[in-house]
């Protein structure tokens, strides 16, 4: 499977995130006290992250912006063949990947699978040996899987937002997302 990614980091926006609409879940290794997590930091990291499908399944994409104080960073990829829940994890698993030590993050999600993934179901599936109350396979178990992976190194607080409703982060994070979908050439598709 090919993926297609770009990276670009950006000046600061007027309106750096806009926290209307959201609900809120701390998950993660909690911070030693005392401890900086980064040099010279005085707050978390904001992650708003988004996936896009034009097909479900079809071609997708992720996307993803960090803020941090005055700084910006954009992420986003797509693959060929894909749904939006795996574009949706996706964008998370890259976004929490991309940092470079420890962290106190708030990730900004529109998505309630990756929410409630995260915060409620995630423990019964792992307890349960990766299947579901009625016995079934996970399904992405292998998204989730390394989404578990990556949020163990940091301390993050997960936040819903409501999808196409003004929220500034989120609609750059959607947009990144179909960057990330219209990254896949036509080449990449299956035929």
Same mark, same amino acid.
């Given at each position: ?16 995130? #806009? ?5 809120? %879940? ?18 978390? @990291? ?23 104080? #005055? ?21 998370? /698993? ?10 106190? @993050?708030?990730?900004? %999600? ?7 993934? /995260? %915060? ?35 301390? /993050? ?35």
């Amino acid at each position: 499977m090919r993926h297609a990614r770009g990276i670009r980091l950006v000046e600061p926006s007027s309106s750096q995130h #806009d926290e209307r609409r959201t609900a809120s %879940t701390t998950v993660g290794a909690p911070a030693s006290e005392g401890q900086r997590l980064l040099p010279g930091s005085s707050g978390p @990291v904001h992650i708003y992250t988004d996936g896009a499908c034009k097909g479900n399944p079809g071609r997708g994409g992720w996307g993803a912006l960090l803020l941090y104080g #005055d700084r910006e960073k954009e992420l986003f990829g797509g693959e060929a063949l894909t749904t939006n829940n795996r574009m949706e994890l996706m964008a998370v /698993i890259q976004a929490l990947s991309s940092l470079k030590r420890r962290c106190q @993050v708030v990730v900004h %999600t529109d998505s309630q699978y990756v929410q409630l993934g /995260i %915060t409620e179901w995630l423990p019964n599936w792992v307890r349960r040996g990766w299947k579901t109350a009625s016995k079934k396979p996970v399904k992405n178990a292998d998204l989730w899987q390394r989404l578990a992976e990556v949020t163990a190194r940091h301390e /993050i607080q997960w936040r819903w937002v409501r999808g196409h409703d003004g929220n500034v982060g989120n609609e750059r994070a959607d947009e990144l997302a179909n960057r990330g979908a219209d990254s896949v050439s036509a080449s990449d598709l299956p035929s």
